[in-house]
Nanobody
Framework: VQLQASGGGLVQAGESLRLSCVAS????????MYWYRQAPGKQREFVAS???????AYSNSAKGRFAISRDNDKKAGYLQMSNLKPEDTAVYYC?????WGQGTEVTVSS
């Protein structure tokens, strides 16, 4: 499985971004999809996860502002981020089971 993350960019505080993660390969629906992020100088941290059937979890920092979703037919996962804050600045990574994408950079200016 290969994962391609996209959708990052430079936005101002309060704005929104939608990250996408598209998978290649035969397997998708059976895996949990995750989003993680790594800010400069910090460890990678969990952001959100979703399993087929809808079980969803969020970190405290993401709860209420971010929404994770997936489309198994398209073999894609999404992270809708709203009301972005400068502290959300990080490289965002998607993960499908044990497979990792390459990351997409999000920069939020104040």
């Amino acid at each position: 499985v290969q994962l391609q993350a996209s959708g990052g960019g430079l936005v101002q505080a309060g704005e929104s971004l939608r990250l996408s993660c598209v998978a290649s390969g035969n397997s998708f629906s059976g895996y949990t999809m995750y989003w993680y992020r790594q800010a400069p100088g910090k460890q990678r941290e969990f952001v959100a996860s979703i399993i087929t059937g809808g079980g969803i979890a969020y970190s405290n920092s993401a709860k209420g502002r971010f929404a994770i979703s997936r489309d198994n037919d398209k073999k894609a996962g999404y992270l809708q981020m709203s009301n972005l804050k400068p502290e959300d600045t990080a490289v965002y990574y998607c993960r499908l089971g044990t497979f990792w994408g390459q990351g997409t950079e999000v920069t939020v200016s104040s």
